[in-house]
């Protein structure tokens, strides 16, 4: 899908155009062109980066090829960078997507290229297309505004993160459960594929705010260091997400070991406890042995009646002397 938005000085806005059309408006110098390139072909695209806006062969080549973390290249009159959106689906943290857009900046002119949808572009596509004050700050206004939605949709994830933590935390003390280690991971997972993206974004941001670059005006660098500082908090908040992720990973197997410990530790008292039963029944039990002396005593009622008392003494007795020593 090719969409089109140009705005000529002093006139209404125009959204029915086609790419043949697109020279002339590129030629209105005072006009505002925007071309929004999203899920094409290779041969219906590149023909329009190329031929229409004369892009260099090495910057369309990064465009289309999909595979780039956020970076900024400046060219003769106009400058190519690469963005990265957050798409992310509630309680599924194992598949978040880091959709690439691509973006050519001219002096009268914005062209985005993405292969999927990104949120961000979206809303700043339909408020853009709503709102004429908007327009007249120009094609670099438009790279604030994506900019901006951008770094709003990593905070919103991060929030959520927050959320998620928070409640795992709490589980961990309350009642561990096998699934808690499947969710931590998938949650570090995400961090650290954001953690690949947001880093180098961070420092595009940064040169918006401070280089002299083409189709930047001046007056607008203060909008990108509010987004530069936006995306400097943002790292900071998913550095410590992630760090509470790996506390919390790590608390759980501790609890885990601490219990897997306890139930152990009452196992061997019980067994120790009943040892000795086994070795009397079990000594006693030797069918191979036969009393040297025909006394009454040895298999009569009596004896019986000690040795049940000797089994029932005995357990206790090993109970009192293992809290004295301190092992129960």
Known sequence: MIRILYCPRERACQMDMTPEDLPEALRNRAGLLWVDIAGEETAQCEPILRKTFGFHPLAVEDALSEAHVPKLDEWDDYIYLVLHDIVHHAGDYGHTQLPELDIFLGHNYIVTHHQMIIPALERTWVLFSRDERLRQGGPDHILFRL???????????????????????????????????????????????????????????????????????????VFFRDVHDQAVRLYDLMESQRDLVTGTLDTYLSMVNNRMNETMRLLTVITTLFMPLAFVTGFFGMNFFQPVLQSEWWTGAYSLEASLGIMVLVPFLMFWWMKRKGLV
């Not at 003390?173 to 998938?186: A, C, G, R, T, V």
């Not at 993206?197 to 660098?221: H, M, W």
């Open 147 to 221: 900019s901006h939605e951008l770094v709003k949709d990593h905070l919103d994830v991060i929030a959520q993160v927050e959320e998620v933590v928070n409640e795992l935390e709490d589980r961990v003390f309350d009642k561990p459960s096998p699934d808690i280690p499947e969710k931590l991971f998938d949650l570090k997972r995400m961090l650290l594929q954001m953690r690949r993206t947001v880093g180098p974004q961070r420092e595009v941001f940064n040169k918006l705010a401070r280089d002299k670059l083409p189709g930047v005006d001046s007056r607008d660098k």
